[in-house]
């Protein structure tokens, strides 16, 4: 887990100590959608990346890099429910831009499967992926690398193949868009999401 430490001089009784806070970074500073892989190409410079188009919405569509070849046969990518962190900061992977990230779950063993809603229902393209219970506005600010890795160290698999996130309190909270929660296909408890 990564940590921003910030250091404040402290006086107490005339003499100068340190006081030291760590702040964590928290699952409203994401911003997931459910997206359609409308189209996924091979990338023309990597055999371990595809280039695909992902709808966010009727209109916004954007391209994302993932290092999946080896993983997801693209037969199995294309035209498929995903789960996309969409405030990620843009960059380019072997000369293509990437605009945003898939999420899936990996277990112990390098099996890797998308995240996607339980329901397959192009009508949830476009909402939010909100802790279950809570309607807290997505970010739109860009995240850091190190923030997006402090949140990601804290989502998993959970049970019955169900996406969950470990808050600051300890306490697991499922992943759901409206009442239909976030899944993989059958990974073991544990397995990381990332």
Avoid at 29 to 39: A, I, P
Avoid at 104 to 127: A, F
Wanted: aromatic share 6%; glycine share 6%; charged share 25%.
């Amino acid at each position: 887990m990564i940590f921003k430490s910030l250091k404040f001089p402290l006086v107490t009784n005339g003499l100068l100590a340190k006081r030291c806070f760590t702040r964590t970074f928290h699952f409203e500073s994401l911003n997931l959608k459910v997206g359609f892989t409308r189209q996924v190409l091979l990338h023309p410079d990597s055999e371990k990346l595809y280039v695909s188009q992902v709808d966010l919405s009727p209109t916004s569509t954007k391209q994302v890099c993932s290092g999946l070849q080896e993983h997801i046969p693209l037969k199995d990518f294309q035209h498929r429910l995903v789960v996309v962190v969409d405030n990620l900061k843009k960059c380019k992977l072997r000369g293509q831009i990437s605009e945003a990230m898939i999420l899936c779950g990996e277990d112990s063993h390098g099996s890797v499967q998308l995240c996607r809603p339980q329901l397959n229902n192009e009508d949830l393209v476009g909402q939010q992926v909100m802790l279950k219970g809570q309607n807290i506005q997505p970010s739109t600010k860009k995240l850091k690398p190190k923030v997006w890795e402090d949140i990601r160290s804290r989502l998993y698999i959970g049970e019955k193949n169900i996406v969950v996130y470990k808050g600051e309190d300890g306490v697991e909270r499922e992943l759901y868009v409206g009442e239909v929660p976030i899944v993989v296909d059958n990974l073991p408890r544990g397995s990381i999401v990332r």
